[in-house]
């Protein structure tokens, strides 16, 4: 069973080669690596064509944002099931993928996904531990999700609820991953370990700014999915994260 992973990257001299070695590192091994650069100019584009193999497929050309990036992958897929793997991002363990497959294939599911550690810069210091546990179609309304980096959705699933939606900016994982929850129409299974380590610092919570744009976005997602909501419900996600920060 084969697994589509895709990378977008822009200006990721300094982790790409991390990210791409992670890969590498899998006990699975049943899969292709689509990389979609922005036209990077900062040596990443060398650096990834470097270590291009068999089983990489890389363009790199301008594009209108991650969203945009993440779809031209999309679209050359030819995994039966689809992850993403963020340029800051790495597998917490060499059998992740490993265990997310035995999931597809063992227990007949749609959709998967499990925990993601977010660490300092360089992988310094973990600094938070966001858990998918107990996850369930009550938390859209608080705009709330399971860790993107470590959701795996099938391609015949994906090719129904559609792609990313390019005119989000920032929220277009959370306006994805809700169309393929809301109605329990899919199968989903969580993966009590953590799948994913990634460097904290992602634009969403980047500056105030960003995460007022954030929550602007997901209500607007929330009214084009018929998910009831409001601002004042979508601020009750933050105690929740803070309380990740304790743990």
């Known amino acids: 069973m084969k697994v589509t992973i ?6 990721r001299r300094d982790s790409i080669l991390r990210t791409i070695k ?19 100019n900062d040596g990443t584009k060398e650096q990834i064509i470097n270590q291009c193999d ?6 790199s050309e301008s594009d209108s944002g991650m969203y945009a990036a993440i779809n031209k992958g999309l ?7 689809i992850g993403i793997l963020n340029s800051d991002d790495v597998y917490a363990e060499k059998c992740a993928l490993e265990k997310i497959m035995a999931h597809f294939q063992n227990y007949h ?29 009550h938390y859209l309304k608080f705009g709330l999700i399971p860790p993107h980096p470590t959701f795996y959705i099938s391609k015949k699933v994906l090719d129904e609820v559609g792609l990313y939606n390019e005119s989000f900016r ?12 809301k109605g329990q129409t899919y199968k989903a299974s969580y993966i009590p370990r953590v799948l994913v380590r990634m460097e904290i610092g992602g634009l969403s919570n980047s500056s105030l700014k960003n995460r007022i744009a954030t929550n602007i976005e ?21 105690p929740l994260k803070i309380m990740q920060y304790l743990n």
């Open 6 to 11: 895709i990378t977008p990257v822009r200006n």
């Open 218 to 238: 997901i209500l607007r997602s929330c009214r084009n999915n018929k998910i009831k909501t409001n601002l004042l419900l979508l601020c009750l996600r933050y």
């Open 75 to 81: 679209r050359l897929a030819s995994g039966s099931v």
């Open 54 to 59: 068999s089983k990489t497929i890389f363009i």
């Open 170 to 181: 920032i929220a277009g994982d959370f306006d994805l991953i809700s169309r393929a929850l």
């Open 109 to 137: 599911v749609d959709i998967t996904y499990g925990d993601i550690e977010y660490w300092s810069k360089n992988f310094g210091k973990k600094v938070r531990l966001y858990r998918g546990k107990n996850y369930s179609e």
């Open 22 to 40: 992670s890969l590498r590192e899998q006990s699975y091994q049943n899969y292709e690596h689509i990389i979609i650069d922005g036209n990077s």
